[in-house]
Structure formats: structure tokens, C-alpha cells
């Protein structure tokens, strides 16, 4: 029971010889790219060794011979459809969420009254209502953004309302103090304080929109990624699936990093100092 | 100071709360005292003696359940323009830079902010020491430095009446003797009717020209003492023998309570 107690101890020393701060600093930046091409290539190997029909699981090297099949127009085609339904839906999020969070702080009466519905709405698992939607609201890209807007509304209003609730009591007796009024309260110190709630709602919701985007296309669509998956693995493509799943989870780290980068640049205060 | 004409009265005040199980807390009982033009009134209790309430009473935040507080014999009746707060913790606006935030009540209550505020806000800046700071973020200051802000903020639009709710409470024992200092650096060069809350005895004798002396639950006032000490005040003041002697009897007075 001594061995595991005497390596732990050596090994940040050993560390501390074999790697200079320089080293280190490379090493720490590279880990992440490292452990994911290391994946990667357990795959590939897993694939190659156990001999795994690809319609089981396709190597790596297969899903992108199979994506660069798929011509680019293609590709573009089906990106830009989802990542319209993706974009309208959480644009409508946006602007529904953000107001209707106002709403809900500034009257007891309002909030009594819509809160329980909007946690209805959320329960509601929206996979199961989209085909009825669809049904409802007919074969065009309303549907898809209403399922979308379902998806990803929710986590702005809670954090919005947390936010505009956290403001410090005192800021607000300011502005008592001030008679500025309500609208002024409002705008200049409660929205402000409640920026980074809302960045981090807006992050949790840019994958969602994805989601919903991919939901709705499932269930009725003619293009968009969702569309291909479906398509391509009733045609037993799974390789072609597989890259689709690729570009898809690509497009919503690239969505999810340009939230990130946005409050960089427009709101970098709201940002914990080491993040900046 | 009775010989300066009243600037705030406390008449008989009676302060009571609802509280979530339907029963009331009164914060305070009957509170008469006046605060003469530019004194420097501190009052001085244990925490839950409704200190921090007679300053809402003052501000027109909150109005009192029995008898009356009154500004220039007006009943308050809403908050008015000529009252400056400073709080606890400095509550300033992260997403403006010094400057932004000594001119925020100008900009909140009109909308706008000219570019003569901006002047003399940077006057301000100057008065509290921090004329070189005016663009710096927020996260740049130090604790001590954030409250000379608020300090600066509200002076802004030049109140005859500044009210302090345990300004320097948060701040290290160092930085909250060089404010002290700072305070009745500012006050001699602004003067101003001050009602300063604080729950420190050293803090309370060397600032004020009277100290209100309350006793917690309901918050009554226990005594009234005059401070007599030379102004300026200074360094000297903390070793001076009255110092020592008034500092000992609030003790005593604290104490006993305590204990009965």
C-alpha cells in the first residue's frame, strides 16, 4: 500500500524536472488537441483491428471519404437551411425571453399568472409536440421555428429574471432616492446587471436552437443537416450520417464560441476578470 | 450645535414592520432628536437597533408608522434631490469607468450628462484624491478607493444633506482610519449636514460633533452626547484624554445594556 503513496509524490517532481514553465505552458495548451486526435485514432485503430462493419460504426477515415462525397454545394445546402431555422428560433427566443423577463419582475400579478404556464410549456417534452406543430402550421419554415423557439426559450427567461432579481437593494434605493422612475431602474440598472445572466443563457441556447433546429427537421423537411441524417442512415449511409453529425456539432461549437466572443467584445466587464 | 437652525427632525417616531408570519417588529419607538445645519450627527447602536432605518426615514425611501421626520419643518413625503447616500458596500456600476459612475445620477435621473457635470465631476475626483482615476474600470480600485467614488457620486449634485449607512464597515482597520480622515477632510471643505451609521465607538467619537446613542429592539435613543473635541480633528485627537473618556462611557453605556 506504500507504492501508489511514494509515486503520487514523485510525480509532480518528476514533472517539475522534465518540463520547463515554457514546456509546460505549450504542453497545457496542447492537451486538449492531443487527447482529441488521441480519441481519434483509438477509433480508427478499433475499427481496423476488431475488423467493425461500418454500418455498425465507421472508422473516422470512412466518415470523411464519405463526407467528401457529398458535393460542397451540398454540404452548403443543407448547413444553411439549419442554420437559418436555427438562427430565426433563437432570434425569436431572444426577443420573446428578454421582455417577458421584464415583464415578470416588474408585476407580481403577471408573474403568479405566466410563470406556471411557462414551466407547462417546459415540461412539455417538445420531441413529442413537434409532429403536431407540424400538422398545425404546415410544411414551411414557420413550423420548424416555432419548434426551434420552444427548444430554446426557456433558460433565457430564468437566468434573465435571476439576473434583473440580483441587482444590489441598495443600487435600487438609489434610484428611488433619485425618483429616476421605474423604466430608468429598469433600463439602466437592472438590465445591465442582469447582462451576465443573460450571456450565459445565451450560451446554453445557441446549442439548443441547434437542437430544435434538427428536431423540426426530423420530423418534416426537405433539406438542412437534420434532414440529411435522417436521409442518409434509412439508406444505410451511416458513414454520410456520421459526417453530418461531424458538421453539425462543429456549427454549434462555432455558434457556442461566437457567444463567447461577443460579450468579449461588447460587454467585457460582464466577464470574470481571468476571462477577459 | 442647538444654536444652528434644524435641518432634520425626528418627532416621536415610531417605525413598525410586517413580518412574513403576519406579526409586526417595531424597529423603532419613540425617536426625537434634530440634526442642526452642517452637524456631523453619528449614531451609534448594536446591529438590530433600526440605525440603517431612520436613514430610509430620512431619504423619503420608507415613511414612519407613527409620528413625523421632517427636513426644513416639511413633513418627508418622497425622496428629494438634495440628499446624497453612501451605503455599505460601494454598489457602483461595473460596466462604467470611474467617471461614468460619479456622474450615474445625473445620467439616470435626466439622461444626460454635460460637459460641465463632467467637470465637476472630475472636481469631485480631485476632492476624494482620485483626480487620476477617472478612467480606470471599477475592478481596478482598491475597496478603499471604491467608497471615495461613492463618496464622490454622492456629492454630485451638491446635497446639504449627505447620509452615511456604515460607509467604512467594509474596509480593512487601516483604510478605514485614512478614510475617516478623508471624510472630515471633505466634510471642512464641502460642509454638509451629515448623519453618519456606524456600529464603531472610536469611529463615532473622533467624526461626530454629537453621537445618538440607541439601544437595539425596539430602537430607542438611550442618550445624546455632545463631542466635545477641538476641530480640526486629527491623529492627535485619537490620544486626547476626552477621546478616551467619552469612548469609555459610550462603552459603558452599551455595556450595561448588554448585561441587563
Known amino acids: ?276 | 450645535m442647538s444654536e444652528q437652525p434644524r435641518v432634520i427632525r425626528f418627532a416621536d417616531v415610531e417605525q413598525t414592520f410586517g413580518r412574513a408570519d403576519g406579526g409586526a417588529v417595531t424597529a423603532l419607538d419613540g425617536i426625537t432628536f434634530d440634526i442642526g445645519r452642517n452637524e456631523f450627527l453619528a449614531v451609534l447602536g448594536p446591529s438590530g437597533c433600526g440605525k440603517s432605518t431612520l436613514l430610509r426615514l430620512i431619504a423619503g425611501l420608507i415613511f414612519p408608522t407613527r409620528g413625523t421626520v421632517s427636513i426644513y419643518d416639511l413633513a418627508v413625503t418622497e425622496p428629494r434631490d438634495e440628499i446624497g447616500i453612501v451605503f455599505q458596500s460601494p454598489t457602483l456600476l461595473p460596466w462604467f469607468d470611474v467617471l461614468g459612475n460619479v456622474t450615474f445620477p445625473l445620467r439616470h435621473k435626466y439622461g444626460r450628462v454635460s460637459a460641465e457635470d463632467n467637470a465637476r465631476a472630475h472636481d469631485l475626483l480631485k476632492l476624494v484624491g482620485l483626480a487620476d482615476f477617472a478612467r480606470k474600470r471599477i475592478d481596478e480600485l482598491s475597496g478603499g478607493m471604491q467608497q471615495r467614488v461613492a463618496i464622490a457620486r454622492a456629492l454630485l449634485l451638491d446635497p446639504d444633506i449627505l447620509l452615511m449607512d456604515e460607509p467604512f464597515s467594509a474596509l480593512d482597520a487601516l483604510t478605514r482610519d485614512e478614510m475617516s480622515f478623508e471624510l472630515l477632510r471633505i466634510w471642512s471643505e464641502r460642509p454638509k449636514t451629515v448623519l453618519f451609521i456606524t456600529h464603531s465607538i472610536p469611529e463615532a467619537v473622533l467624526l461626530a460633533d454629537r453621537i445618538v446613542v440607541m439601544t437595539a429592539r425596539p430602537g430607542r435613543v438611550r442618550e445624546v452626547i455632545n463631542v466635545d473635541l477641538p476641530r480640526p480633528r486629527s491623529m492627535a485627537t485619537l490620544s486626547h484624554p476626552t477621546f478616551h473618556e467619552l469612548a469609555n462611557h459610550i462603552r459603558g453605556q452599551l455595556f450595561t445594556r448588554a448585561v441587563a
Open chain 1, 1 to 276: 500500500m506504500t507504492i501508489p503513496v511514494k509515486s503520487s509524490r514523485s510525480e509532480p517532481k518528476a514533472q517539475g524536472i522534465l518540463l520547463t514553465p515554457v514546456l509546460r505552458a505549450w504542453a497545457d495548451r496542447l492537451a486538449p488537441a492531443a487527447a482529441f486526435v488521441g480519441l481519434v485514432a483509438i477509433w480508427e485503430g478499433a475499427c481496423r483491428l476488431f475488423a467493425i462493419p461500418s454500418f455498425l460504426l465507421p472508422s473516422p477515415s470512412a466518415i470523411v471519404q464519405a463526407g467528401l462525397e457529398v458535393s460542397a454545394s451540398q454540404w452548403l445546402g443543407h448547413i444553411s437551411a439549419t442554420l437559418r431555422v436555427a438562427l430565426m428560433g433563437y432570434a425569436v427566443a431572444i426577443a420573446i425571453s428578454i421582455p417577458l423577463a421584464v415583464a415578470l419582475v416588474t408585476s407580481r400579478f403577471l408573474s403568479r399568472t405566466l410563470y406556471p404556464i411557462l414551466v407547462v410549456v417546459q415540461s412539455t417534452p417538445i420531441v413529442a409536440v413537434a409532429p403536431i406543430i407540424v400538422v398545425t402550421l404546415g410544411a414551411s419554415d414557420l413550423p420548424r421555428v416555432v419548434i426551434t423557439f420552444l427548444i430554446a426559450f426557456f433558460p433565457i427567461v430564468v437566468s434573465t429574471v435571476t439576473g434583473l432579481m440580483a441587482t444590489p437593494e441598495e443600487l435600487i434605493e438609489l434610484s428611488r432616492s433619485l425618483r429616476a422612475g421605474r423604466v430608468r431602474e429598469m433600463l439602466h440598472i437592472r438590465l445591465p446587471f442582469a447582462v451576465p445572466y443573460i450571456f450565459s443563457a445565451l450560451k446554453i441556447s445557441i446549442t439548443l436552437s441547434i437542437i430544435g433546429a434538427v428536431v423540426a427537421e426530423f420530423v418534416a423537411a426537405e433539406r438542412g443537416l437534420g434532414f440529411f441524417i435522417m436521409f442518409s442512415t434509412s439508406f444505410f449511409k451511416i458513414p454520410q450520417a456520421f459526417a453530418g453529425l461531424a458538421i453539425l456539432v462543429a456549427l454549434s461549437l462555432a455558434l457556442f464560441r461566437l457567444c463567447t466572443l461577443v460579450q468579449r467584445w461588447f460587454v467585457p466587464w460582464s466577464l470574470p476578470k481571468s476571462e477577459r
